[in-house]
């Protein structure tokens, strides 16, 4: 069991070994007793780790040690000795205050109830609240199962600035980068889409769509030009066909025809195609338009064809030619990481103007591959962008995998992820649940079921700059000093997975850091009266319509009833009687009702006391 079977195969394995060597078979009940009440062991729900290493000597945690030193020397925070070795000497101060922290989010699509718990009230046929003779409500809420949920996929920053008037400490949020519905490529990938797009317009047939754009004046023709190559107002593709059957195929046939070879092609037309023949008043008409054609055949830079050109979308939209790329079939569906770089790059900009570090600050990404490919890097010094990133300095982790680049599998050092997308989902929940008797086509409702209104709530709640969101400017700061704190836990360990840290359930969480704290949160001490959480001006006045729904439901007793105090106490005693919730019951068996179905030898057993540990 200790290798993961359950009691079912572990009773499986047990019998066919007692039946090898000659023993009587046992119940499945059987083998659950002893293992319950004379085995004793300790059952733990199997949950998860963080990604990494517990081995000091491993790579991925040297790589980590030496990068968390660096930082804390570059912070103040770490003392270098003579005899360190080179990386670590003569390192630029850094500050906390310098730094804008940047990450990715992911958020799947959730149709259906919004809150965590379903509740359900006796109600009558009408559907109004009736405590006495009303009946719960068979359907419980629920969410829709998906079997490929789509994402919202966004990109926030945070800070926390100091202030150049009265060096204030403030919490900013950067504008997000909103890629739902688009993947990120690397720029060789971006390339090759674009060249594939480009040979795809170059390889047309026909130039539709503005590919061969005319220079001619309306009206202007030429007696050689095919009909077929033509588009003449007032006739059609179905006309020029029935011509060509009789051939007439260019516009010169068309001008100097006469009147009885007009009368012979329609009576050819007619005998050939009953139902569909050429009008007389169709050849004069057309005949009129092409009268004034000129002679012989249409001269050299008549028309452009952008087809011929090396870039089709640069000649036919000039300057505008790489937005234009972008909205057509596949490449809707791809950003380059150019463009996200630069968004990061410009939005820290932006956010740490009016600071103390306007002109010397730095941006933290953990090390996504597409940032670190050789190309990425590469066009980052082309752009000067790569000063602006927070790296390793002097060949730091030289020979390894983490060489010139921030170790990953480091969420505990990313105030987004410890724990400031949590605020921003819990916010985004609430809103849902405050919105919720909105209509859905009203602008003010905040909505989870679709990745564009993921994206839409989640940037509405976000904000930028240093007015009211989520997450707080207080938590914020909060977090974004936590990073000082969680890297100097880090490098304490010798840089293996710490854990615990960085983990944050709800408030009694706030002081279990360091290598081994459980979840487990210990005693809750009251902080009095809370605060009311943030609300977004669209959720204003939901609460009253709460309370006008609750209103119209609501069937309250008379309080001059004469049986007022009887229909009270009965009340009060059904609601004692079925007020049991099975899920509530900690005490049920983890191995299920099944295995004491089989025979009784559970009674036969004593059961020892059992010290309590408070888990």
């Known amino acids: 069991m200790s290798s993961g079977l359950g009691i079912a195969q572990t009773h499986q ?75 670590y000497k003569d390192l630029p101060p850094l500050d906390i205050n310098q730094i804008v922290f940047w990450d990715e989010m992911h958020k799947e699509q959730v149709i259906g109830y919004s809150g965590g718990r379903s509740y359900r009230f006796k109600v009558d046929s009408a559907g109004k609240f009736d405590p006495i003779n009303g009946k719960i409500p068979t359907e419980a809420a629920a969410i829709l199962h998906m079997k490929y949920p789509q994402q919202a996929r966004l990109c926030f920053g945070v800070a926390a600035v100091r202030l150049i008037v009265d060096e204030a400490e403030e919490g900013r949020r950067c504008t997000p980068f909103d890629y739902t519905g688009k993947t990120v490529v690397t720029i060789l990938d971006y390339k090759q889409l674009i060249e594939k797009e480009i040979r795809r317009v170059k390889n047309l047939k026909v130039g539709g769509s503005g590919w061969v754009h005319s220079l001619r004046e309306p ?183 983490y060489h010139n680049r921030p170790v990953g599998d480091s969420p505990e050092m990313m105030p987004l992820d410890c724990s400031l997308f949590n605020d921003l989902h819990e916010a985004a929940n609430r809103h849902v649940s405050l919105t919720h008797l909105l209509h859905k086509d009203d602008p003010k409702k905040f909505s989870l079921a679709t990745p564009k209104e993921i994206s839409r709530a989640y940037c509405r709640l976000w904000t930028g700059g240093a007015e009211e969101g989520s997450p707080t400017c207080e938590r914020i700061i909060q977090d974004c000093n936590k990073f000082v704190r969680n890297i100097q836990v880090i490098n304490d360990a010798k840089g293996i997975m710490c854990s615990g840290l960085g983990n944050r359930r709800g408030h009694r969480k706030e002081n279990a850091v ?79 009702d099944d295995f004491f179905m089989e025979c009784g030898e559970r009674s036969s057993f004593s059961l020892p006391e059992v010290e309590e540990t408070g888990e």
């Open 13 to 87: 394995v047990l019998n066919t070994h007692r039946a090898a060597i000659g023993l009587p078979i046992v119940c499945q009940s059987t083998v659950y007793n002893v293992v319950k009440y004379q085995l004793r062991p300790k059952i733990d729900k199997v949950g998860k780790r963080k990604q990494g290493s517990t081995d000091p000597e491993h790579e991925w945690s040297k790589a980590r040690c030496r990068w968390t030193s660096q930082l804390l020397i570059r912070l103040g925070l770490k003392q270098v000795t003579e005899d360190a070795e080179d990386f």
């Open 219 to 401: 009206g202007e023709y030429w007696e050689e030009e095919l009909l077929s190559t033509l588009s003449i107002p007032g006739f059609g593709k179905k006309t020029i066909e029935k011509l060509k059957c009789v051939n007439i195929l260019t516009v010169g046939q068309i001008k100097n025809m006469t009147t009885n070879q007009s009368a012979a092609i329609v009576s050819t037309v007619i005998v050939s195609n009953r139902a569909n023949g050429i009008k007389m008043k169709t050849l004069t008409d057309l005949q009129g338009v092409l009268s004034n054609a000129k002679a012989g055949d249409v001269p050299i830079g008549t028309f452009v064809d952008h087809r011929k050109h090396s870039n089709p979308y640069q000649s036919r939209y000039g300057e505008a030619w790489e937005a234009e790329i972008k909205q057509v079939g596949a490449m809707k569906k791809i950003v380059c990481i150019k463009e996200l770089i630069t968004h990061v790059v410009e939005e820290t900009r932006r956010v740490m103007r009016g600071t103390k570090f306007e002109d010397n600050f730095y941006f933290y990404h953990d090390a996504l591959s597409l940032m670190t490919a050789a190309e990425t890097r590469k066009w980052m010094l082309e752009m000067d962008y790569e000063k602006y990133w927070l790296l390793p300095m002097k060949d730091l982790n030289k020979g390894t995998t």
């Open 514 to 592: 360091g290598v081994g704290k459980s979840n487990y949160g210990g005693a809750r001490k009251s902080k009095g009266q809370q605060s009311a959480p943030w609300i977004h001006a669209d959720a204003d006045g939901c609460y009253e319509l709460f309370i006008a729904a609750s209103q119209e439901r609501l069937t309250s007793l008379p309080m001059d009833s004469p049986n007022y105090e009887e229909e009270e106490e009965e009340i009060q005693t059904r609601s004692n009687e079925e007020n049991y919730d099975s899920n509530d019951d900690d005490s049920i068996s983890c191995f299920g």
